[in-house]
């Protein structure tokens, strides 16, 4: 930026010393001394012309002073915005460098747990077995209780066609008993009675 700076001056002092350079302008000197000095001795041509010359020289130096400065303001305006801009720049990146600061910084206290995440993955993993074997162990259990209630349903149909069965025993033994009742009371002359009557 220092040299470009340093440039930009040189090339508006070059400017500024062609814009004094004197080559080409003979012709409008003698055309502007003989324009005022008709009808005057030598002596007084010669102080005319002196005179116009210095008025001319004092012009030019003035423009060329005014275009000299201009571009120095423009260039002094220039320089400003670009120091604005890379002022602007280097915040960014300071705000950049920052945020990587703290990145690195959380990348940093996550790497210092990773053994304590390694040692809660033991654990888990533990765990996971722990709980496949008490999953098999609850499968296990599962099976054995169908099995029961399997067993179960057997043994309440068993029961239901023994409880059939007894009722039905119980019918035959109180029929049989009635019937006994009555052979118990029947006398041998109702068998004739029984046999007379159906004659």
Request: proline share 1%; hydrophobic share 40%.
């Amino acid at each position: 930026m220092e040299s470009q700076n340093a440039k930009s001056i040189v090339d508006i002092h070059a400017l500024h010393e062609e814009s004094l350079d004197l080559t080409g302008l003979d012709d409008l000197f003698q055309w502007a001394s003989e324009m005022v000095a008709e009808g005057l001795d030598v002596k007084a041509r010669k102080a005319r012309d002196q005179k116009v010359k210095r008025q001319v020289l004092s012009i030019i130096h003035r423009s060329a002073e005014m275009q000299a400065k201009t571009k120095y303001t423009d260039e002094l305006s220039y320089l400003h915005r670009r120091v604005i801009a890379l002022q602007s720049a280097l915040s960014e990146k300071s705000d950049e460098v920052c945020n990587l600061k703290q990145l690195v910084m959380a990348q940093y206290i996550n790497l210092q747990r990773i053994p304590e995440l390694e040692e809660k993955l033991v654990q888990l993993e533990a765990s996971a077995k722990k709980e496949n074997e008490i999953e098999e162990e609850r499968k296990h259990l599962m099976n054995a209780l169908a099995k029961l209630k399997t067993e179960r349903d057997l043994l309440d149909e068993l029961l239901t066609a023994n409880e059939s069965e007894n009722v039905r025993l119980a019918d035959l033994l109180r029929e049989s008993r009635e019937e006994s009742e009555k052979l118990k009371n029947r006398r041998w002359w109702h068998f004739l009675t029984a046999l007379w009557s159906k004659n």
